[in-house]
């Protein structure tokens, strides 16, 4: 008995492709964001075991990095998206190198009282960070009308940073603004998977894709170590 050409349809078949290469480039940007946390761990953990890099930081050095910080997280997306490739990287690895000489002497003090917490604190930025991508991944809602509202909250949180720091010095404070800047990256978080993920285009070129998961790794390194951070200072907050 002789059956007839197997007829498929079109659409499926481009839908098909589109969910292999999305998965595919997303898995880019996963594992390009996990090269750049264990590298600024890495790099903390040498900060963290020298002296004279613990020095360095103590003083006026610290600032130019938390300026070179916000500076290169305000202009690095611009540039990934217009530059080259190892434009792309370049800002990239600046980025996750600036953060883990600063991180360093934060890691020297944590690894004195208990070396735990930095496990603890990783372990929950983990797991909320991976719950919070996976809703921003699955969910139908459209989340980009709250591109605004987080830009606005982040600057507050800075404001709120730096006058706790130099005016306020409340350990109560601070520990109600760790506990906010968590639940707003976690957030955060969501919002920027599921921008990544609408940024996917099956007919991207490979440099196009490629600067595109690049970028999609610096915004998502960002917000995790913005939880680690603050979830670490939550533990040792509570631990005193």
């Not at 690894?111 to 917490?117: F, H, K, N, T, Y």
């Not at 591109?147 to 006058?163: E, H, R």
């Not at 639940?183 to 440099?207: C, H, P, R, V, W």
Request: with cysteine; proline share 3%; net charge positive.
């Amino acid at each position: 008995m002789r059956h007839g050409p197997i007829s498929r349809n079109p659409a499926a078949v481009d839908a098909a492709a589109v969910d292999i290469g999305l998965r595919s480039y997303m898995l880019r940007v996963y594992n390009y964001m996990a090269l750049g946390v264990a590298f600024t761990g890495a790099l903390a953990m040498l900060v963290a075991m020298s002296p004279a890099a613990l020095q360095l930081m103590m003083g006026p050095f610290k600032w130019v990095l938390f300026i070179g910080i916000l500076g290169l997280g305000w202009f690095a997306p611009k540039l990934m998206m217009t530059r080259s490739v190892a434009a792309a990287q370049g800002c990239f690895w600046a980025y996750a190198a600036m953060w883990g000489a600063l991180l360093g002497p934060m890691f020297a003090v944590y690894a004195q009282q208990d070396p735990m917490m930095l496990v603890r604190a990783f372990l929950m930025a983990s797991a909320a960070f991976a719950g919070t991508s996976l809703l921003g991944y699955t969910t139908k809602k459209d989340l980009s009308g709250l591109g605004t509202f987080f830009m606005m909250a982040t600057i507050g949180v800075l404001i709120a940073l730096l006058v706790n720091v130099f005016f306020i010095q409340s350990t109560g404070f601070e520990l109600v603004l760790s506990i906010g800047v968590v639940l707003l990256f976690s957030a955060m978080t969501a919002y920027e998977t599921q921008m990544i993920k609408n940024m996917y285009a099956q007919g991207d070129l490979g440099e196009v894709q490629s600067r595109k998961a690049i970028f999609g790794a610096f915004m998502l390194y960002g917000s995790f170590i913005t939880l680690f951070i603050w979830i670490l200072n939550i533990l040792g907050i509570m631990r005193e």
